[in-house]
C-alpha cells in the first residue's frame, strides 16, 4: 500500500516528538529530537528549524533527510525520506508554522525554550511504515466523522436566536450535540480592562462565570491575539501553571474579586477558537475534553464554523437591541419593595460590586448595576433600556456600543448564580428590570480602595 | 572521548536511545536502539538496536564505519549525543538482558509520565537484536537550551556545534 502523507494526519500533532536525521558532507550522521513536523501538502512538510545548528548545517551541506514520525494514536512510526527544497522566515506558512510550534511546546512545557527562527521546506520522496512489534490499535478509533446535517441544524438554531444568552446557549449546546464535547467555555473580549471575561459555561462544577484571561494568557489568550484557533492534542506533561483551585476559592471571591477559572484536572486535550467579526476578535470559544487528540481537522473546522455563526449573531443582537431601544423606559416611581434592606457597594477603581458583602462582578458589568441603582434610587423606577445604558456608560467605555448585551447577561447570570436578593430581569427587547428583595441602598463612595 | 562522572550519572537514569547512520551516497537512516553497555575504558559504547525493525542500521554501519546515538532522559529532556567510528560486534546473552533492563526502565519511565503503555509498544523490540561498537570521538550536550550543542565529556571545549 503506497501511504500518503494525508494517511498520516495523527503523527502531525506534534504530540509525540520525531526524529530527524541528517548526515555531514563527509558524512557523519546526526540525530535529534525535533518537537513538530507540519504537513504542508501531499508532497511537502515544514521542520521548525529550532533545531541544533549541527542538523541546520547539515541539512545544506546535504540535502537528504530521513525522519522518524510517530502517530500520536496508534504509537505506529513511518520512516519519511525526504530532501531539503527551501527555507521560510516569513509570510503564511511561516506564520502557521509557528503558532503549531507555539501550541505544541505548550505541551511538553517548553515553550520558553523554544523559539522559531526559521522553517525549513521538505519534499517528501517516500514513506515508509516500520514494522512494529506489536499489533497496534486502529487508527482514530470510535469517532463518527462530523455530521454536517446536525452542524447544519445547530447553525440555524445559533441564526434563530436574537438574544445573546440564547445564541452562546446555542453555541454550547452545538459544541455538545455536534461535537460531543461536554466541557466549554465562551470568553468575550473586554477591551475597557483588556481581558477576556467567561459569559458561558457548560460541563464544570463551578461555572466559572466572570472568570477573566489577562491578555495572551495561555492557549486563550494565544488564539486571542493572534486571530487563529490553537489546540494542544495531549496535556499529559504540560506543567500546570495555574493555581490549585480549592474548595474555598469561591470564599476568596470576596476578598480576591477574582473568580476562579474553571479546570478540568482530567483535562488531556483543549482548543481555543477565535470570535472573529470583521477581522475582529470579540471572544473566543474553549473546549477541553479528557481524550488525547480529541480535536481532529475536522472538528477544528466544525467548531470554526459554529463560532463565527455565533460572533456574527451576537454582533447582530447588539445592533438590534440598540436600534429596538427607541421606546423610554417607563419612569413612573414604583413602591418601595417591602422586606430587609439590600446592600450594594460599588468600587470605582475596578467597578467592582458586592451585594450583602458577596462579591458579584467587576468591569463593565458592576458599571451597569451602580448606574441602574442610581437611577433607581434617584428616579424610583426599576426598568431601564439598554439604550440609556450605553449612552451613560459609553462616554467612559466606548466599546460598550458592541458589547453591552454580553455585559448585562454576565451580570444577570452571576446574580442568579449567587443567589443575590436582586435579579435582572428581561421585560422586552433591549430593555431590563431589576427586582430585588427589599430596599436598596447604594455604597458608592466608601472603599473606593480595597 | 571520555565520558566523565557526570555523564556515567547520566547513564544510570532510564533512558531512550536514537540512532543514525548513513549510506555510502551520504543518505542518513534512523532507529532507535534499545539497550546499551558502557565499557571500562569510558571511551566505548556498545549500542543495540533490533535489525528486524530498522534494517538499514546495520548494512549502513557495515559500509560507512559511523554512527550517532542520541540519549534522552525523558522526564526532564536532558539529552547527549555521542557520535564516533562503529562496527558491529556479535550479540551476546548480556545483551539481550542489556535490553530487557533498557526497554523495561523506558517503558516504566514514559508512562510515569503519562504516555500510555501501548503506544510506547511498538517503539521498543529486541527482535534480531545486534550490537554496534561505538568509539566516542564526540559528545555534544543536545539538551534543548543555551547548552544544545555543546561538547561534553572530558575534554569538553567551547566549541559549539
Request: aromatic fraction near 6%; glycine fraction near 8%; proline fraction near 5%.
Amino acid at each position: 500500500m503506497n501511504l500518503r502523507l494525508s494517511d498520516l494526519s495523527a503523527c502531525f500533532e506534534g504530540v509525540i516528538p520525531s526524529i530527524i536525521a541528517t548526515a555531514s558532507a563527509d558524512g557523519m550522521p546526526n540525530i535529534s529530537y525535533l518537537s513538530h513536523v507540519v504537513r504542508v501538502d501531499e508532497e511537502h512538510v515544514a521542520l521548525s528549524n529550532q533545531f541544533f545548528a549541527k542538523t541546520a548545517a547539515n541539512v545544506r551541506a546535504n540535502p537528504k533527510v530521513t525522519l522518524i514520525v510517530v502517530d500520536g494514536f496508534t504509537g505506529d512510526q513511518f520512516l519519511l525520506d525526504i530532501g531539503f527544497v527551501r527555507s521560510v522566515d516569513a509570510g503564511a506558512l511561516f506564520d502557521k508554522i509557528a503558532r503549531q510550534l507555539k501550541a505544541s511546546s505548550a505541551q511538553v512545557g517548553m515553550s520558553d525554550v523554544m523559539r522559531l527562527r526559521s522553517a525549513d521546506i521538505f519534499r517528501v520522496h517516500g514513506i515508509e511504515k516500520v514494522p512494529s512489534p506489536v499489533e497496534t490499535a486502529p487508527p482514530m478509533t470510535g469517532r463518527a466523522p462530523v455530521s454536517l446535517p446536525a452542524l447544519s441544524e445547530a447553525i440555524k438554531a445559533i441564526e434563530g436566536k436574537a438574544e445573546a444568552d440564547e445564541i452562546i446557549e446555542s453555541l454550547l449546546c452545538g459544541v455538545r450535540h455536534v461535537l460531543g464535547y461536554d466541557n466549554a467555555l465562551v470568553l468575550i473580549h473586554d477591551n475597557h480592562r483588556g481581558c477576556l471575561t467567561t459569559t458561558g459555561s457548560i460541563g464544570y462544577e463551578r461555572s466559572g462565570l466572570g472568570s477573566e484571561i489577562a491578555g495572551s494568557e495561555g492557549l486563550i489568550g494565544a488564539a486571542a491575539t493572534s486571530g487563529q484557533t490553537i489546540k494542544v492534542s495531549d496535556m499529559s506533561r504540560v506543567r500546570r501553571f495555574g493555581e490549585a483551585i480549592s474548595l474555598e476559592a469561591e470564599g476568596a471571591e470576596n476578598i480576591t474579586r477574582i473568580v476562579a477559572f474553571p479546570q478540568l484536572p482530567t483535562a488531556m486535550s483543549q482548543i481555543a477558537v477565535p470570535m472573529t467579526v470583521r477581522g475582529t476578535v470579540t471572544g473566543v470559544l474553549f473546549v477541553e475534553s479528557t481524550e488525547r487528540l480529541a480535536f481532529r481537522e475536522e472538528d477544528e473546522a466544525a467548531l470554526e464554523i459554529l463560532v463565527g455563526r455565533a460572533a456574527s449573531a451576537l454582533r447582530t443582537s447588539e445592533r438590534e437591541a440598540a436600534a429596538a431601544e427607541l421606546k423610554p423606559a417607563v419612569s413612573m416611581p414604583e413602591p418601595a419593595a417591602a422586606g430587609r434592606e439590600v446592600r450594594v457597594v460599588h468600587h470605582r477603581f475596578d467597578d467592582s460590586v458586592f451585594v450583602d458583602g458577596t462579591y458579584i462582578v467587576k468591569g463593565v458589568a458592576g458599571t451597569l448595576l451602580r448606574l441602574m441603582l442610581d437611577w433607581h434610587l434617584s428616579d424610583g423606577r426599576s426598568e431601564f433600556t439598554n439604550r440609556e445604558m450605553r449612552l451613560a456608560a459609553g462616554a467612559r467605555m466606548p466599546e460598550i456600543k458592541d458589547n453591552l448585551e454580553t455585559r448585562l447577561l454576565l451580570l444577570r447570570r452571576r446574580l442568579e448564580e449567587k443567589q443575590a436578593p436582586i435579579r435582572l430581569v428581561r421585560v422586552g427587547r433591549g430593555r431590563v428590570k431589576l427586582e430585588a428583595e427589599g430596599p436598596l441602598t447604594l455604597d458608592a463612595t466608601a472603599g473606593d480602595y480595597p | 572521548m571520555k565520558v566523565d562522572d557526570r555523564l556515567l550519572d547520566f547513564f544510570n537514569r532510564p533512558l531512550m536511545c536514537i540512532i543514525a547512520v548513513a549510506d555510502e551516497t551520504g543518505r542518513p537512516s534512523a532507529g532507535r536502539g534499545v539497550g546499551f553497555h558502557l565499557l571500562e575504558d569510558r571511551e566505548t559504547i556498545d549500542v543495540i538496536f533490533s535489525a528486524w525493525q530498522w534494517p538499514r542500521l546495520e548494512s549502513c554501519i557495515l559500509q560507512t564505519g559511523r554512527i550517532a546515538a542520541t540519549f534522552v532522559s525523558p522526564s526532564d529532556y536532558v539529552s547527549f549525543q555521542l557520535k564516533g567510528s562503529a562496527g558491529m560486534r556479535e550479540t551476546e546473552t548480556p545483551d539481550l538482558d542489556r535490553a530487557d533492563r533498557f526497554m523495561t526502565a523506558a517503558t516504566d519511565e514514559l508512562e510515569s509520565l503519562g504516555v500510555p503503555r501501548r503506544l510506547i509498544a511498538p517503539w521498543l523490540t529486541a527482535r534480531d537484536a545486534r550490537v554496534a561498537r561505538l568509539v566516542i570521538s564526540e559528545i555534544y550536550v543536545q539538551t534543548p537550551g543555551p547548552l544544545a550543542g555543546m561538547l561534553a565529556g572530558t575534554q569538553a571545549g567551547a566549541r559549539s556545534q
